[in-house]
């Protein structure tokens, strides 16, 4: 049985890394596709006021908390999450267990460089993972139908989506029950630190939760997503009960 919290209306599992790596297991077993999100503050806002994003969050399989902010708010409420499990750590994760095992994977999404490049290096790290096919995130509905056959002839095991949020997500859930893969996932910008393109923050600013400023330093073009943190956070304080 799932340990949900719920912040703001969308649910969020309570558990640490080796739990959700389980529940992930779980899922690779089950007959139809699941879906994992990694919500953080900035999608939990956006789906105030995005009812797509939001069904998609709900209706999903496993949402690990990706963002200190989260994990804050529900200190500041009494809700106790474990703690932080990144979606980019977890993708680690499940690639060292996709590797121990033997499976395969299809990634979509990012530019043509940036997912070689992810592509090479899974390879080269993890070499018995089959890579089975991919595709990078610019295409139209024409296309978008023939990577879904594309996919669905090939079955892999676990599907990577990296078209960024709220588009990944989105994208998960509107074609749920068309995909043949045991697992999609959301990974965001993960294949951007996989490449090489993006670093990540250096070790002790992720512990103090202080990797989104180093993003902001590094990327100041994010400087108006970043505002959502603020926002969210006064949300949290103002708010007696956040799981409404």
């Known amino acids: 049985m799932r340990n949900i919290i719920e912040i ?11 739990e959700a790596m389980d529940r992930f297991k779980e899922l690779l077993k089950k007959d ?15 789906s105030e006021t995005d009812e797509n994003l939001k069904d998609a969050l709900i209706d999903s399989q496993l949402n690990v908390p990706d963002g200190f902010g989260i994990v804050l708010a529900s200190r500041i409420h009494g809700i106790g999450i474990k703690g932080k499990v990144a979606g980019i ?6 690639l060292k267990y996709l ?35 991919s595709h990078h995130g610019y295409f139209n509905n024409e296309q ?8 669905n002839e090939l079955k892999p095991d676990v599907l990577f989506v990296a078209l960024g949020a709220p588009r990944q997500e989105k994208w998960i859930h509107e074609h749920k029950h068309q995909l043949n893969a045991k697992v999609a996932m959301g990974i965001g910008g993960s ?7 993006a670093k990540r923050a250096p070790k002790a600013m992720v512990d103090m939760g202080l990797e989104w400023l180093y993003r902001l ?28």
């Open 89 to 94: 750590d977890m993708m680690e994760q499940i």
């Open 217 to 244: 330093v590094k990327e100041p073009w994010r400087f108006n997503r970043m505002l959502v943190i603020p926002k969210f956070l006064l949300k949290v304080v103002l708010t007696r009960d956040i799981s409404k």
């Open 191 to 197: 294949l951007d630190v996989m490449s090489g393109a």
């Open 32 to 46: 139809r596709m699941s879906s994992i999100y990694t919500p953080n503050t900035e999608i939990i806002m956006l």
């Open 144 to 151: 978008e139908q023939e990577i879904i056959k594309k996919i």
């Open 99 to 133: 590797n121990y095992t033997k499976k395969s994977i299809y990634i979509l999404g990012a530019k043509p460089e940036i997912l070689a490049g992810s592509i090479s290096k899974i390879q080269g790290d993890y070499p018995c993972i089959s890579v089975k096919g």
């Open 8 to 18: 703001f209306g969308i649910p969020i599992d309570n558990l640490n890394m080796e």
